[in-house]
């Protein structure tokens, strides 16, 4: 096992840690947004907005740092995805700019609010369909010939992506109620514990359907988890589910305030840790590799150092940032304010 064949994996695990960073940081934000429909008073939306305006803009820096990842170490893959996924990507980049815009304008304006609402909320909603329409492209496959995308500008488009696309709003929803029910309180919290317990259940569901289309649709997948002596020990993953989503929704009945965001992130996590098992070593499924996909080692190698220096950097004051803005938001207060 020499370094030159080590090194693709350990890319593999970085850009996947910053992207699984990336989901959850800038999950709950977006699904604050994805909520502002539930939420009527202006007060309210004040402190759903304030309760991730300190951390917002700086939950991006993972998605930056997993896409420059990938261009470095798998310059085939970004070289494939990036024609294959042009549209939705292209719609999640819009909305991420108009989402950040009505950020900072909402609280400057009073005649206009309405306008920003919906449109922080619009965005919040289109960038997160978008990432799961990716999602759901990438698990699909991608044409390549002769190591370029040879496919169409539409081939994302299937009902699949689409059912993807969904899933993860639904997901995002649920990270950001239980986000908001660590940092509200009374009846706003009620309002987010009430709300919570139709995602997570739509959610159990739409992951449900998602991890059974994936391996019918795909005979690679389906020899990956039901066949021996696999099915025994990945067997695992599907009682963690089910274990995980009981307790979310115990969680939520029983006002489990801080306890329902940690395993709401553990049930992405294990999403994220599902996908894993199905594709690996591909990178761009259904054939390409990480090896074949791999810059050269030296440019790995040189890539890494940065990354080793950046990573804990990043984690140093994503850590403190939420140290700093603990606690609850209350009517009145913020970081606006």
């Given at each position: ?189 009620r309002r987010f ?47 963690l589910f089910l ?95």
């Open positions: 096992m020499s370094f030159e064949f080590d090194l693709p994996v350990i890319w593999l695990f970085l850009i996947g840690f910053a992207i699984a960073m990336y989901v959850v940081m800038d999950g709950f934000s977006l699904g604050v947004g994805i909520l502002f429909p539930f939420v009527k008073p202006d007060d309210h939306r004040d402190v759903m907005m304030n309760s991730v305006a300190p951390v917002w803009d700086g939950n991006q820096t993972w998605m930056i740092l997993g896409g420059a990842g990938l261009y470095g170490a798998f310059p085939l893959a970004y070289a494939v995805y990036l024609p294959a996924m042009y549209l939705p990507l292209i719609l999640m980049v819009l909305a991420l700019i108009f989402r950040g815009i009505a950020f900072e304008f909402r609280f400057k304006s009073t005649r206009s609010r309405p306008f920003f609402d919906a449109v922080f909320s619009g965005g919040s909603m289109i960038a997160t369909f978008s990432q799961g329409v990716v999602l759901g492209g990438i698990i699909q496959g991608v044409n390549v010939v002769d190591r370029q995308y040879s496919g169409g500008a539409f081939d994302w488009l299937s009902p699949f992506s689409m059912f993807t696309g969904l899933a993860l709003v639904l997901g995002y929803g649920l990270l950001g109620a239980s986000w908001l029910i660590v940092k509200t309180e009374g009846g706003l919290q514990y009430y709300l919570a317990r139709p995602f997570a259940i739509l959610l159990a569901v739409a992951m449900a359907v998602v991890s059974i289309w994936t391996p019918l649709a795909n005979s690679r997948i389906f020899d990956i988890w039901f066949t021996m002596p696999n099915m025994l020990w990945l067997a695992v993953m599907p009682i274990l995980l989503v009981y307790s979310i929704i115990k969680g939520i009945i029983e006002r489990h305030e801080r306890l329902i965001f940690v395993k709401s992130i553990a049930l992405f996590v294990l999403g994220l840790v599902g996908l894993v098992i199905s594709f690996f070593p591909l990178i761009i499924p259904p054939s390409i590799t990480v090896w074949e996909a791999a810059s050269s080692s030296k440019s790995q190698s040189f890539l890494i150092v940065g990354y080793c220096v950046l990573i804990p950097v990043i984690m140093a004051y994503t850590f403190y940032s939420y140290r700093v803005f603990r606690g609850k938001v209350r009517i009145g207060e913020g970081y606006h304010h």
